[in-house]
């Protein structure tokens, strides 16, 4: 079946930072990528998505890249801040049967 | 963005207890959802629902029902709680023809 499997654990860095959470995937088909990310004691919220090969989905300065090739989606930051600090979820979806895979999650913790 | 709210916010009970967790979302989607979040498992997919009475199984089923009364409202139900079932439990749901999820902020349930 679908699977994510993204960084494991806990990324720790300080403000300023590049950060990099890696995704792969594996999936049939062509599935849509996804990030979301989850604050303490919210539920996860949609960052951004992409469908197709070479595509950039970005939003808050953040920006994965959908690659084919390497069954890749990995989020990166150029400069992260304390209020970066969550847990980061890839996921891919099928439109044709509507469902959400997600990885484990990577909690990202920033110190300023 | 959809809005979806869940009751209650936090649930404790008994092992052998009965459980209801509801969900409600107003922005006319169609798709619905229900998660379960454990750590080192990430987001799992217990049921999901195309519709008003209509009802799929997810990745995690065992122990749980599930109702799709209105468009509305979804819930879920655990007949005879057990101790593994002690979870944040997330609804989620989506739009004909997108493929994006909407979260509520969780349901969070102790099984003593």
């Known amino acids: 079946g679908d699977s994510v499997t993204q960084t494991e654990g806990q990324v720790a860095l300080s403000e300023e930072d590049f950060l990099t959470i890696h995704c792969n995937y594996s999936?049939?088909?062509?599935?849509?990528l996804f990030w979301y990310v989850q604050y303490p004691g919210e539920g996860p919220q949609f960052l951004f998505r992409?469908?197709?090969?070479?595509e950039k989905g970005s939003s808050r300065g953040f920006e994965a890249t959908y690659d084919k090739g390497t069954t890749s989606f990995h989020l990166r930051k150029a400069s992260v801040q304390e209020s970066d600090s969550a847990v980061y979820y890839c996921?891919?979806?099928?439109?044709?049967?509507?469902?959400?895979?997600f990885g484990r999650g990577t909690r990202l913790q920033v110190y300023a | 963005e959809a809005a979806v709210t869940q009751s209650p916010r936090n649930k404790v009970t008994v092992t052998g207890g009965n459980v209801t967790l509801s969900c409600r979302q107003t922005?006319?989607?169609?798709?619905m959802y229900w998660y379960r979040q454990d750590t080192g498992h990430g987001l799992r997919l217990i049921h999901y629902?195309?519709?008003?009475?209509?009802?799929q199984i997810g990745d995690v089923p065992d122990g749980y029902k599930a109702t799709r009364t209105t468009q509305e409202d979804f819930f879920l139900l655990l007949e005879l709680a057990s101790p593994s079932q002690t979870s944040l439990y997330f609804c989620?749901?989506?739009?004909?023809?997108?493929?994006?999820?909407?979260f509520g902020p969780g349901t969070r349930l102790l099984v003593l």
């Open positions: 629902s195309y519709g008003a009475g209509n009802l």
């Open positions: 922005n006319s989607h169609n798709y």
């Open positions: 996921a891919l979806g099928t439109q044709v049967v509507g469902q959400l895979t």
């Open positions: 989620a749901s989506r739009g004909q023809g997108m493929d994006t999820q909407y």
């Open positions: 992409a469908s197709r090969d070479k």
């Open positions: 999936a049939s088909g062509y599935p849509a």
